[in-house]
C-alpha cells in the first residue's frame, strides 16, 4: 500500500474516521494501532507479517528478559542481534555471500555453487525489513544500557515497531521517543492537524511532482534507452537524481511525520535540506539524519568513534559508512557508494580544508563529491558507474537535443533548483521567513502544492526507499 | 481554494499522455492495451510513422490510437483488434490508411501482429483513464511551454510514443532510399483483388454498424507513387470508387505537400502536420453527421 495510491487514501480516512474513538484508552489504542500497521503492511504480502511479528518477538523477549535477569543481559542482546542480523543476512544477504563466496571458491579452482543452493524463500526482500530490523534493535541496545525500560506489553511493543506511517521506509524512530508518546492520550488542535495536512501535502508534492517526474529522465539514461551519452547528458543526470532520491525519501519521511502528527505524535525532522551542506560532514547531519545517528550511537562510537585517536577514528568513520552501503543494498555499488563517502570524509579530517576554503567553492566541491557517490550508488554495476564517470569529463554538446528529448523532467529539474534555492535564501533573510509564515501565503501554497501533486505529477513508481 | 484549482484544472481536461517507450514496450503496449478510443488508425509502417494520434485528437476532439504495424495488412486480425478498440464510443471512427503493399499478400497476412499475439505480456498493460479519472489526468510542460522543434539540429532518432505513433527523423532526406527495397517487395507479391473484396464487404458491416470510415491513401512520394502503381498492380480509383459505394469517405492528399525521410515513411514535422489536416477533415465531416446510439 503505497502513500500516493488511492488505496492508502481510503485506508487513511477509515483509519482517522476512527481513531478518536480508538484513541481513548491505551489498550485499546495499541490493539487498533497494531491492526491497523499490520493491515498496512500485510496488504503486500501478508506471509512478510510472520517476520516482522517473529523478529518484533525477540526483542520483546530479549528486553524483559534482560530486567528480569540483569546478570544475563550480555547473552539476551547477543539473542537480539543474532535474530535480527541473522533475518536480515537470510532475507536481505544470503545470495549476495553466496556469490562472493562462489567467485572465491571459483578463484582457487573450486566450484561451490552455493547461490543455486538458497531456498527460493531468501530470495523474496520483505518490505521495509532493514528499518524495522533497525528499529528493534535499538530497543534491545537501549534495554541493555539502561536507557530505556522495557514494555511489558506486547501490542505496547508492536504499536511502536509496526506503526504504519514510518514502518516500510522509516524514518528511523528510536522506542525510547516513541514508547512514552503510545503511552499518553495525545489531543491535537486545529494548528497540529493543519500542519501535519501541511507536511502530507508538500511531501506528495515531493514524491509525485519532482521525484516521479526526474525518475524518467535517470530511469531512460541508466537503462541505456537513450543514444545521448555524454559529459553534459551525464552530469544532468546525476544532479536529477541526486533531487530524485532526495525528493522520493524525504517525501516519504514528510508525509510519515504529516500522519504521526494527524495521530498526535512527533516524529524528528529525517531530512534537512542535504544540498545546502557546507561539508561532507555536514551533509551527513542533514541526510537521512535517523539512519546516520542511528549508526553513530550504535555502531560508530561503540566501535571506539573518534575517543582512540585520530587514525583510528578515521578507520571506524570508513567502517561505518561501508556498513551504511550495505546496508541499503546487497551489491558491490552500495559498498563503493560508502566506500566514497568514507574516502571524501577522510581528506576532509585530515586537511580541514572546508574550513578555509570559500563557502561557494565547498558547496560545489560537496556537491561534486556527492554525485560522484551517487552515481555508484544508482548504477546497476561498477563497471556502468565507473564508465559514467569516465564520461563526466568528456564533451558538453548537444544540449539542444537533451533539452527536445527531456523537456518535462529538465523543467522540473529547474524548479526544483529553485525551490530549494528559495528555502536557502529563505533561511538567511529573516524578513523573507517571515513572509513565508503569512496565511496569505502559507494557505495557497499548501493548495497549489495539492494541486501540483494531481496535476503534475509524473510516471507513478514505488519508493526507492522500500528496497533497502 | 484547492478544490478550486481541481475544478479548474479538470474541466480544462489534459491531454493523454504520450509517454515514451522502448520498441519493444511499443509494439506489447499497441497490441495488448484495452483502452476506450473513438477513432483507430489501421495500416503499415507509413501509418505508425505518417499519424499522429495527439496532433489528431487535438483538431477532432476524438480519443485516437495509432494500429499501424509494419507490414501491417487491411485484414484480420487487425479488423479486430481496430473493432475492439472503438467499441464503447458513442462516435466511432475506422481511418484507414491504404498502402499497396496493405493490400498485398505480403501485407495482408498480418506476419508481425499474428507475431505479436503470440508473445508473452504482462497481464496488466498500463491504461490511459477514462470516464471520471480523465479529469485526473497530469498536464506536461512541454505541451504548453515547448516551442516545436527545429529538427535540423538533431541526429537520428525514432522516437515511440504510448498513443501508436513513433516520430521519425533522419538529418538528411533521401527520398530514393527505399524505392530499391519496395521494388523487390513487389517482386511475386502484387495487390490481391480478393482484398478489395474483403475489405469493401468489411467497410459496409462497420458503415451499418454506425461506424464511420475514412480512407485515405498516405503520403509518401511522387516517385514512390509512381513505382507502386506501376509494379503492385494497385488501382487507387477503383478502390477509392468501391469503399465510397460501401459508406466510407475517401480523403485526398497529395505526397507533394509532405516530406518523407527515405522515400516512404513521413518525417515527424510532416506526420504531425499531415495528422492536424487529417484531424480537421475529420472534424469537418463529423459535424455534418449525428452520433451513433448505443
Known amino acids: ?152 506489553n506486547v501490542l505496547h511493543f508492536f504499536s511502536y515497531l509496526a506503526m504504519f506511517p514510518q514502518l516500510v521506509a522509516g524514518p528511523i524512530v528510536r522506542a525510547k521517543d516513541l514508547l512514552g508518546q503510545l503511552s499518553e492520550k495525545r489531543t491535537t488542535n486545529w494548528l497540529q492537524r493543519w500542519h501535519g495536512v501541511k507536511l502530507i501535502v508538500f511531501g506528495l508534492f515531493q514524491k509525485t511532482v519532482i521525484a516521479d517526474n526526474l525518475g524518467v529522465l535517470v530511469d531512460t539514461a541508466y537503462q541505456g534507452k537513450t543514444s545521448i551519452d555524454n559529459g553534459l547528458f551525464w552530469w544532468i543526470v546525476l544532479i536529477a537524481f541526486a533531487f530524485q532520491i532526495y525528493c522520493d525519501f524525504s517525501g516519504y519521511s514528510l508525509m510519515a511525520r504529516g500522519l504521526a502528527k494527524l495521530m498526535g505524535y512527533h516524529f524528528k525532522m529525517n531530512f534537512n535540506h542535504p544540498y545546502l551542506a557546507i561539508s561532507l560532514r555536514d551533509f551527513w547531519t542533514r541526510w537521512h539524519i535517523s539512519l546516520s545517528s542511528w549508526f553513530r550511537d550504535y555502531v560508530y562510537i561503540p566501535l571506539g568513534g573518534s575517543r582512540k585517536g585520530f587514525w583510528r577514528g578515521i578507520v571506524f568513520m570508513s567502517i561505518t559508512m561501508i556498513i551504511s552501503g550495505l546496508w541499503h543494498g546487497a551489491a558491490l555499488t552500495f559498498i563503493a557508494w560508502g566506500a566514497i563517502h568514507a574516502f571524501f570524509l577522510a581528506i576532509e579530517r585530515l586537511t580541514g580544508w572546508t574550513k578555509s576554503a570559500p563557502t561557494f567553492l565547498v558547496r560545489i566541491a560537496v556537491w561534486v563529491q556527492v554525485l560522484v557517490a551517487w552515481n555508484y550508488f544508482r548504477a546497476g554495476s561498477i563497471s556502468q558507474a565507473n564508465e559514467i564517470v569516465a564520461k563526466l569529463w568528456g564533451n558538453w554538446e548537444q544540449f539542444e537535443q537533451i533539452k527536445e528529448l527531456f523537456y518535462d523532467p529538465l523543467f522540473f529539474l529547474l524548479m526544483t533548483i529553485l525551490i530549494e534555492l528559495s528555502i536557502y535564501l529563505r533561511r538567511r533573510n529573516p524578513s523573507i521567513r517571515a513572509l513565508y509564515a503569512r496565511w496569505y501565503l502559507d494557505t495557497p501554497a499548501v493548495a497549489v502544492a495539492m494541486a501540483a501533486a494531481i496535476y503534475l505529477r509524473g510516471p507513478s513508481a514505488n519508493f526507492i526507499y522500500f528496497q533497502f | 481554494m484547492s478544490i478550486m484549482l481541481f475544478f479548474v484544472l479538470a474541466m480544462s481536461e489534459p491531454e493523454y499522455e504520450v509517454e515514451e517507450l522502448t520498441l519493444n514496450e511499443f509494439w506489447i503496449h499497441k497490441t495488448f492495451q484495452k483502452n476506450e478510443y473513438d477513432l483507430v488508425v489501421i495500416g503499415d509502417s507509413r501509418v505508425y510513422r505518417g499519424i499522429s494520434p495527439k496532433h489528431l485528437a487535438k483538431e477532432s476532439g476524438l480519443r485516437v490510437f495509432n494500429l499501424g504495424y509494419s507490414s501491417g495488412g487491411m485484414a484480420e486480425p487487425l479488423f479486430s483488434i481496430a473493432e475492439r478498440s472503438i467499441a464503447t464510443s458513442v462516435k466511432p471512427v475506422i481511418l484507414l490508411g491504404i498502402t499497396p503493399h496493405s493490400l498485398t499478400p505480403v501485407g495482408l497476412s498480418n506476419k508481425q501482429l499474428n507475431r505479436l499475439m503470440g508473445e508473452e505480456h504482462p497481464a496488466e498493460i498500463d491504461s490511459e483513464s477514462s470516464g471520471m479519472m480523465r479529469w485526473f489526468e497530469p498536464y506536461r510542460p512541454s505541451d504548453y511551454l515547448k516551442p516545436r522543434s527545429d529538427s535540423s539540429k538533431f541526429d537520428e532518432f525514432n522516437h515511440y510514443y504510448r498513443n501508436g505513433w513513433c516520430a521519425s527523423h533522419s538529418p538528411k532526406d533521401d527520398p530514393a532510399r527505399t524505392l530499391p527495397i519496395y521494388r523487390k517487395n513487389f517482386a511475386g507479391n502484387t495487390v490481391d483483388s480478393a482484398a478489395y473484396e474483403s475489405l469493401t464487404k468489411r467497410v459496409k458491416i462497420w458503415t451499418a454498424n454506425g461506424i464511420s470510415v475514412f480512407a485515405f491513401r498516405v503520403p509518401s512520394t511522387e516517385q514512390m507513387e509512381v513505382l507502386e502503381d506501376s509494379l503492385s498492380g494497385f488501382d487507387a480509383s477503383f478502390l477509392k470508387n468501391q469503399l465510397i459505394l460501401s459508406g466510407a469517405k475517401w480523403l485526398d492528399f497529395n505526397s507533394k505537400d509532405f516530406r518523407s525521410y527515405d522515400g516512404s515513411h513521413l518525417h515527424f514535422e510532416s506526420a504531425i502536420e499531415f495528422s492536424e489536416r487529417l484531424g480537421k477533415m475529420i472534424h469537418a465531416e463529423l459535424s455534418n453527421q449525428s452520433p451513433r446510439e448505443n
Open chain 1, 1 to 152: 500500500m503505497l502513500f500516493n495510491s488511492l488505496t492508502f487514501l481510503v485506508f487513511a480516512i477509515c483509519f482517522f474516521a476512527l481513531w478518536p474513538i480508538f484513541n481513548q484508552r491505551k489498550n485499546s489504542r495499541w490493539t487498533y494501532l497494531t491492526v491497523a500497521s499490520f493491515t498496512f503492511y500485510g496488504w503486500w504480502d501478508w506471509r512478510f507479517l510472520f517476520l516482522i511479528i517473529g523478529s518484533g518477538l525477540i526483542d520483546y523477549i530479549s528486553a524483559l528478559a534482560m530486567e528480569k535477569w540483569p546478570s544475563r543481559k550480555r547473552a539476551f542482546l547477543w539473542f537480539s542481534l543474532i535474530g535480527n542480523i541473522g533475518s536480515l543476512s537470510v532475507f536481505k544477504y544470503s545470495f549476495f555471500f553466496a556469490s562472493i563466496i562462489d567467485a572465491l571458491f571459483v578463484f582457487v579452482g573450486i566450484k561451490t555453487n552455493l547461490q543455486h543452493h538458497i531456498p527460493s524463500f531468501a530470495l523474496i526482500l520483505p518490505v521495509g525489513i532493514s528499518f524495522f530490523t533497525f528499529q528493534s534493535m535499538s530497543y534491545t541496545i537501549d534495554v541493555y544500557k539502561g536507557q530505556l525500560k522495557p514494555t511489558s
